[in-house]
């Protein structure tokens, strides 16, 4: 069974940075392009970041202005998210997404997400 | 920047037909995908390549295009499918994901 188990949510002040998990099971991790996506409060989804299987294609959404930073670890299965000066509109349920198999731009699995809280 | 438009709200009564549209400025070539998203809960993918449907999602789903809008309907609609519905594209360099603004399906 696939599963993706987001972590290092939390509530942190503006201007601070925080460090995000998402630990995989029950496939080739180290296949599969994997994605951050989050939802702010009563919001819809927005697409934050996509790291190839061999990190080697990166892409993040213009809005992040260099702020966030996505590695992985296809060893231990697991996909990252360094986020630095975090602003209060960072505020949102963050979750991590496969890449699914029939065009490679769907999102086929979700994890539940984590919290992020940046407020003062 | 590119964008997709959907309706905030749909309203329709059991056993009715929703339509959400989806709208956007991409090439008719592009894919569109839908995820349905109930309270509390992660996404889930309902729609791949604008029509096809992955398995375990009901018949009852089915996916249109004319254009550059795209069409999810939902025929026969149960009082289970009230959720969020999302649409999502690429944009034109296809390295930047897109979702529409979402839209609140309601079952009267």
């Known amino acids: 069974e696939v599963q993706l188990v987001e972590s290092g949510g939390g509530l942190v002040k503006p201007g601070g940075s925080l460090r995000l998990s998402c630990t995989a099971s029950?496939?080739?991790?180290?296949?599969?392009?994997m994605n951050w996506v989050r939802q702010a409060p009563g919001k819809g989804l927005e697409w934050v970041s996509s790291?190839?299987?061999?990190?080697?294609?990166?892409y993040y959404a213009d809005s992040l202005k260099g702020r966030f930073t996505v590695s992985r670890d296809n060893a231990k299965n697991s996909l990252f998210l360094e986020m630095s000066n975090l602003r209060v509109e960072d505020t949102a349920v963050y979750y991590c997404?496969?890449?699914?198999?029939?065009?490679?731009?769907?999102?086929?699995?979700w994890g539940q997400g984590t919290l992020v809280t940046v407020s003062s | 920047s590119y964008e997709l438009t959907q309706p905030p709200s749909v309203s329709v009564s059991p056993g009715q037909t929703a339509r959400i549209t989806c709208s956007g400025d991409?090439?008719?070539?592009?894919?569109a995908y839908w995820y349905q998203q109930k309270p509390g809960q992660a996404p889930v993918l309902v729609i791949y390549k604008v029509s096809e449907r992955p398995s375990g999602i009901p018949e009852r789903f089915s996916g249109s295009r004319s254009g550059t809008t795209v069409t999810l309907t939902i025929s026969g609609v149960q009082a289970e499918d009230e959720a969020d519905y999302y649409c999502q594209s690429a944009d034109s360099t296809g390295n930047n994901v897109i979702f529409g603004g979402g839209t609140k399906l309601t079952v009267l």
């Open positions: 991409a090439s008719p070539q592009q894919y």
């Open positions: 997404a496969r890449d699914g198999p029939f065009t490679g731009e769907e999102f086929d699995y």
């Open positions: 790291i190839n299987s061999g990190s080697y294609f990166i």
């Open positions: 029950g496939f080739d991790f180290s296949a599969y392009t």
